[in-house]
């Protein structure tokens, strides 16, 4: 089972990719500013426990981390030492963390952490040539046990040859959704899934997004159908 950990909402846009952040889309809809960066009420929940004195969160699960914010967010610097305390403490779950914010990740980091924590996996997102070419020099150097690389909104073809090293577990690939989505084209895809096949590197196409080219055909793919649609195409690489 996986669980949703988001210590901290809100954020600031940094990249392209952030344009029609789901976030924003979101709190826009309860007319709250996603820019209000606020520590939530969940804050405590790896380490809170139920009446029986148990961990509410069992060991062993999937604790998907700070996805309505980013974790190496400005604002949350004075909140991150005690969310890495509870990431430490509970060292029976396993953390996924996705940022755009690779270039802050040794900020606060605990003085222990050394190689990483073998129970972290930290990604990072790049949606462009430009973000690739900033962020992955960065990431390929910090010491993180479990990197992968998300594509994810893909705005155009890009190539990650010179950063798929051997430590890259993993390359997830996806299209924008909502309203204002931008285009992803499939040949953008099947580009990033030839790079990973070269260098033996498991390759996953999550969701179209909601405007998808593909054969010369552009669609608009409802959100029920952007990860079933990928799904079809069949071409994810294990
Ligand atoms: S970094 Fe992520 S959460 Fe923050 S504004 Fe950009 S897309 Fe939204």
């Known amino acids: ?9 809100g954020c600031h846009k940094i990249s392209p990719g952030c344009a ?9 809809r309860y007319e709250r500013d996603a820019a209000d ?14 009446r029986s004195g148990h961990f509410k969160i069992p060991p062993g699960e999937l604790v998907y981390t700070c996805f309505t914010s980013d974790f190496f967010l400005e604002d949350a610097d004075a909140w991150r030492k005690e969310a890495w305390d509870m990431i430490r403490m509970r060292d029976d ?3 996924f963390l996705i940022t755009k914010r690779i270039h802050r990740f040794a900020v606060n980091l605990p003085a222990d952490w050394g190689e990483g ?9 790049v949606e462009n040539q430009d973000r690739v070419d900033f962020r992955m020099p960065l990431y390929l150097v910090a010491p993180i046990r479990h990197k992968s690389i998300v594509c994810e909104p893909l705005l155009e073809r890009i190539d990650l040859t010179p950063y798929l090293s051997d430590e890259i577990e993993h390359v997830t690939v996806g299209g924008e959704s909502g309203n204002e989505a931008r285009l992803c084209r499939y040949e953008w895809v099947l580009d990033i899934r030839e790079q990973c096949r070269q260098r033996g590197i498991p390759f996953h196409f999550k969701q179209t997004g909601a405007l998808f080219e593909k054969d010369g055909y552009t ?7 952007q ?9 994810n690489l294990p």
């Not at 089972?1 to 909402?9: F, I, K, V």
Request: glycine share 4%.
């Open 227 to 235: 990860h079933k649609q990928a799904q079809k195409a069949g071409i």
């Open 219 to 225: 669609y608009r793919v409802p959100r029920e159908h």
């Open 117 to 125: 924590y073998p129970h972290v996996s930290i990604a990072t997102t």
């Open 93 to 95: 779950l396993s953390f």
């Open 20 to 28: 029609h952040c789901y976030v924003y889309r979101h709190d826009a």
């Open 1 to 9: 089972m996986s669980w949703a950990w988001n210590p901290w909402h």
């Open 37 to 50: 960066v606020r520590k939530n009420a969940d804050f405590g929940l790896p380490v809170r426990r139920d």
